[in-house]
C-alpha cells in the first residue's frame, strides 16, 4: 500500500481501491500509481502487484478475454480486469477493484468458484442417438448457429455473480443452477441430436422458475450471448409446453400415458445409461425433440 503521489510530469495519477482480505473480512486499500497509456485494470492492477504488493492475489491467465479467470467488480459492475480499458474509466474518482460478491473469497480478488462446476457436473451430458451404420444426420445452420452462440461461453461467471436469486439468497444455490448453465441446458435441451428431455429438469432440479428475466445475466456477458432472449425464454416456453400444453395433455389422454412423473425426472439424473433414459420416456416422460432436424 502507497500514499505515494507523486507523478511523472504531466502524467496522471491512478487511485486504485483494491479490496484486500480473505474469508474472515477485509477492506479496500488504496493505491497511488501513475496511468501509462493503452491500459487495461488487470494491466494496473499487475503493476501494483509488481511494485507495491507482492502479495496480491489475483487471478488471470490468457489476458485475452478468453479464459474467464481474471472476473472481478470494477466499481461495482462486474467485468473481465482483462478488457476494461482504463480509458473507460473516470480516472478523475478513485476506481474500486473488488472479487465477485456472488462467491465467497479466498483472498483479495480471487473467489471461490467451485459452486459452478458443481452445477455442472449435475447436468447430464450430451447424449446422441444411436445411429445405424452409414446412416447420416445433417444438422440445420440455424441449429449449428444457436449451439455456437452457447459455446462462445468462456465460463468467466459473471452471469452467475450478478444474478440476483443467488447473488441475494445464498441459499438459492441449492435449487438454483443460475444463467450460465441454462444455457448450457437450453443448449442441449434445443440440440437436434441430444436424445434426453431436459423440460422437467430445468424446472424441478435447476430452479429455471426462479428466474424472474431480469436481463442483468445478459447485460455483463462478455461474450455478447444473448442468455436471456436465446436460451432462458426458450427453455421455459418449452417447459410450459411440457407441463400445459393441451395438445401434449390430450394427447397424453388419448394413448393412456401418464402425466411426467417425478420418478421419470429422476431417472433423467443417469446420463451414462441411455436404458434408464429410455425406461423413463416409457414411464411417460414428455416425449420427442421439438426441434429435431435432420436427414
Ligand atoms: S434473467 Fe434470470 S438468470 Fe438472468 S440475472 Fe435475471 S433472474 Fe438471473
Ligand atoms: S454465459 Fe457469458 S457471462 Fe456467463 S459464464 Fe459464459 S461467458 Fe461468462
Ligand atoms: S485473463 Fe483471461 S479472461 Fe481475463
Known sequence: MSTETATVAGQRTLKMRLWRGDESGG???????????GEVVLDVVHRIQAEEAPDLAVRWNCKAGKCGSCSAEINGRPA???????STLNIDEPITVSP???FPIIRDLVTDVSFNYAVARRIPAFQPPKLAEGEVFRMQQ?????SQEFRKCI????????CHVIRDHEDNKESFAGPRFFARLAEL??????????????????????CNITKCCTEVCPEGIHIT??????????VVDARFDPVAWLGR?????PDPTPAAVAASFAPETLEQQQAARALGKVGSHPQTSGA
Open 27 to 37: 477492506d479496500f486499500a488504496t493505491y497511488e500509481i501513475p496511468a501509462q497509456e
Open 189 to 210: 435441451e434445443m440440440h437436434p441430436l441430444d436424445t434426453l428431455d431436459r423440460r422437467r429438469l430445468s424446472s424441478e432440479q435447476f430452479g429455471l422458475g426462479l
Open 253 to 257: 389422454k388419448i394413448t393412456g400415458k
Open 142 to 146: 440455424v441449429d449449428v448457429d444457436r
Open 80 to 86: 473481465l480486469m482483462c478488457m476494461t480499458r482504463m
Open 100 to 102: 465477485m460478491r456472488g
Open 229 to 238: 432472449d436465446n436460451a432462458i425464454i426458450p427453455l421455459k416456453e418449452r
Open 155 to 162: 465460463e468467466c461467471f459473471l452471469c452467475q455473480n450478478v
